[in-house]
């Protein structure tokens, strides 16, 4: 998978699955933009990655935040090839009768606004270029109910809806967009819900988790045309046979 010349943004890329798919991408030669709220990680990231890396900090509850992002990644390589929708957060995890309004309201500024917000600012980008790949890491709740995960649950089914629209509206204009349900996965999220004790999820072994090079791996994997048999569809990490395609074990 040679990326040589291509330029990928990647949110939420300060730790887990988004530092993860940050070093794969730049090992398969690949311009690295990484963004997030927390500058002083994203700047050791870059810093181990090398030139091929750009720290840009952004919040993407917040669109022009976002929109500076894509510039930046522009102005300094010369193009935006792929975006990742990575960032995300599991909070509030409650009871629907107890929820915090803010909180949850917050959780979908990031889960779901924060992916519309990248979409809306790298499609224009893409569009003139003649293509692009967007990737959005979604998950089971998005599709499946979950005990106290109700923001989570529902914003990660918008955002799978919106990579649906976003391939029927741009798939004849050169626009991939693909969506990952990576399953569990070994980062700090799920040591927030192991620490919530609330639902099956939580009570599950660490060793159940899969490790944060899987889906980077898989990610790598969906910006390139071997994946395009799956073009506004949401791939499942789950499945024996995608994790067979990428040579993952069991």
């Excluded at 976002?66 to 995300?88: H, I």
């Amino acid at each position: 998978m040679d990326l040589t010349g291509k330029t990928v943004l990647i949110t939420g890329a300060s730790r887990g699955i988004g530092a993860a798919a940050a070093r794969a991408f730049a090992e398969a030669g690949a311009n690295v933009a990484i963004s997030a709220r927390t500058e002083a990680a994203l700047s050791d990231l870059a810093g181990e990655i090398g030139p091929a890396a750009l720290a840009v900090p952004c919040d993407v509850s917040r669109y022009w935040e976002v929109e500076t992002a894509v510039q930046a990644t522009r102005d300094t390589f010369g193009a935006l090839d792929v975006l990742v929708n990575n960032a995300g957060v599991i909070e509030p995890i409650a009871h629907l009768a107890v929820s915090d309004p803010e909180a949850w309201a917050h959780g979908v500024d990031i889960n779901l606004k924060g992916v519309y917000h990248g979409m809306r600012a790298a499609l224009p980008v893409m569009l003139a270029a003649g293509g692009g790949t967007i990737l959005t890491v979604s998950s089971g709740a998005a599709h499946n109910p979950v005990e106290a995960w109700s923001q989570y649950c529902a914003s990660k089914a918008g955002a799978a809806m919106l990579t649906a629209c976003a391939d029927a509206e741009n798939r004849e204009a050169g626009i991939r967009a693909l969506g990952l349900s990576p399953g569990t996965v070994a980062t700090q999220m799920q040591r927030e819900i192991k620490a919530s004790g609330v639902n099956p999820v939580s009570r599950l072994d660490w060793s159940d988790h899969i490790p944060p090079e899987w889906p980077a791996k898989a990610l790598l994997w969906m910006a390139t045309a071997d994946a395009d048999d799956f073009l506004g569809q949401e791939i499942s990490l789950r499945d024996p046979a995608i994790r067979g395609r990428l040579g993952l074990s069991a």
